[in-house]
């Protein structure tokens, strides 16, 4: 909070010093939601030069990382609206989906899917599967599961509601783990990886 | 509890500080059913991957000339 507080009177190595606290994250969820790294950098400035000047705004109730990811969120839909050329953007796009509502796949994975894949063709596989997402279940999972905040946070970065964040959560868990289980799920005792490899070297 | 009911607490499986009677109840539906015990166990190293894999790295020089940018322009606020 001092940090909060010397950048509040204008101490702008302190707002330097929050930058670099919290300048990864916001990268990380902007492109999540943008999926265009350049959009993304604008973001990370846009997002953190309104904070600024917001900075009297800021009442101290929340903290500080969740008041400044709703300013990113809000960045990164108005980002997205632009390049779509004005179509409205929300999170509350495509949430009505049936898709992962009930388990279909329920093969396991096994072995490790981090056997199976290197880290590169992981990283890949993973981007292209949660960009599948609706925008409104992606950044849900993405500020909960991946950046760990709370579900009282995350409702309060997003302005959802708690039930919302679970409901939305819990749709967005199962769908990414139906389409991973595309990848990693075993396949008459192998896993898919092996037997493609196998059928492409007959 | 139906494979339903189990979905709906889903989350409370997930996180290890849950405890009580709901998760009780939770674990013995667990014990009979292999395809919830799936779900789940696919369901947290769905989450597993995805908090390990750090899909969109800030590299430093990008960090440095955004870092510059932001605060050129916080100077002329």
Do not use: T, V, Y
């Given at each position: 909070m001092l940090l909060v507080e010397r950048a509040r009177q204008g101490d702008i190595a302190a707002f330097e010093k929050l930058v670099r606290q919290y300048d990864r994250q916001v990268f990380r969820i902007a492109n999540h939601i943008v999926q265009n790294r350049e959009d993304a950098e604008d973001v990370v400035q846009d997002a953190f030069l309104k904070a600024y000047e917001k900075l009297d705004q800021f009442q101290g109730?929340?903290?500080f990382y969740t008041w400044l990811v709703r300013i990113a969120v809000n960045e990164s839909l108005m980002r997205l609206r632009k390049r779509r050329t004005g179509r409205m953007v929300s999170i509350d796009e495509d949430v009505e989906t049936e898709e992962?509502?009930?388990p279909r796949d329920l093969a396991d994975w096994?072995?490790?899917p981090?056997?199976?894949y290197g880290q590169s063709e992981m990283g890949d596989i993973l981007r292209k599967t949660i960009q599948g997402l609706p925008p409104g279940f992606r950044v849900v999972f993405v500020l909960r599961d991946v950046e760990g905040l709370s579900t009282e946070e995350t409702a309060e970065s997003?302005?959802?509601?708690i039930p919302a964040v679970k409901s939305r959560l819990l749709r967005a868990r199962l769908q990414l783990r139906e389409r991973l289980a595309r990848y990693f799920k075993k396949r008459?005792?192998?896993a898919v990886h092996t037997q493609s490899a196998q059928d492409g070297a007959k | 509890m139906t494979c339903t009911e189990f979905l709906a607490q889903l989350d409370e499986m997930l996180d290890p500080k849950m405890s009580g009677p709901l998760r009780d109840d939770l674990q013995e539906?667990?014990?009979c059913c292999e395809h919830c015990e799936i779900t789940l166990n696919t369901t947290r190293k769905t989450?597993?991957?995805y908090r390990s894999h750090e899909l969109y790295a800030l590299p430093d020089d990008l960090r440095e000339r955004l870092h510059k940018a932001i605060l050129a322009k916080c100077k002329k606020c």
């Open positions: 109730n929340s903290k992962g509502s009930m096994s072995p490790d981090e056997a199976l997003l302005g959802l509601s008459n005792g192998q | 539906h667990l014990r989450i597993e991957i």
